[in-house]
T-cell receptor, first 110, second 112 residues
């Protein structure tokens, strides 16, 4: 089954404690991206990757890092999380056109 | 930069009424996509429109792409409770053809 898998689905952490949200897709898509979703603000792109070892900033990259060492994986790294990064995060992949989204990760930073 | 504006932000209808959400871009779009997100779920692709003036139908849903390729609409005829959710339009970003610029979405509530 074609899918994008994110882990964890829910995470509560403390300010400053590094965390990684994993994302994996089994569709051999070249393009992957991360979004955050906040009430009233819709989906905002954090980072995207056109292919292995090719990543670039989206609209709201501050406080986040990504890596793309393999085609299937695109982890999102928060080196020092802060409360304003409390949000719902989605990973997505696409080949051309239609984007497939993961189930989402609800992150709370206290 | 390019912006995709979507209205209304919220819409509450009685089951059986029609619903329309509108999407406007500040620049001409090569294509526009529509997604639906159920409460507690993730966005799911509905359709992509590419041609100027294009109209596509999926059962009770009608999608239109404007002649100037700067606006689009989604119309639902005779809403059902299963239509509840947030509908997003998305256009290609100006900095990458693969990156998507999402509108803020229209949240639809349907009461029986």
């Amino acid at each position: 089954e074609a899918q994008v898998t994110q882990n964890p689905r829910y995470l509560i952490t403390v300010t400053g404690k590094k965390l990684t949200v994993t994302c994996s897709q089994n569709m051999n898509h070249e393009y992957m991206s991360w979004y955050r979703q906040d009430p009233g603000l819709g989906l905002r792109q954090i980072y995207y990757s056109m292919n292995v070892e090719v990543t670039d900033k989206g609209d709201v990259p501050e406080g986040y890092k990504v890596s793309r060492k393999e085609k299937r994986n695109f982890p999102l790294i928060l080196e020092s999380p802060s409360p304003n990064q409390t949000s719902l995060y989605f990973c997505a992949s696409s080949l051309a056109g239609e984007a497939f989204f993961g189930q989402g990760t609800r992150l709370t930073v206290v | 930069g390019q912006q995709v504006m979507q209205i209304p932000q919220y819409q509450h209808v009685q089951e059986g009424e029609d619903f329309t959400t509108y999407c406007n871009s500040s620049t001409t779009l090569s294509n526009i996509q529509w997604y639906k997100q159920r409460p507690g779920g993730h966005p799911v692709f509905l359709i992509q429109l590419v041609k100027s003036g294009e109209v596509k139908k999926q059962k009770r849903l009608t999608f239109q792409f404007g002649e100037a390729k700067k606006n689009s609409s989604l119309h639902i005829t005779a809403t059902q409770t299963t239509d509840v959710g947030t509908y997003f339009c998305a256009g290609p970003s100006s900095y990458s053809g693969y990156a998507l610029n999402f509108g803020k979405g229209t949240s639809l509530l349907v009461t029986p």
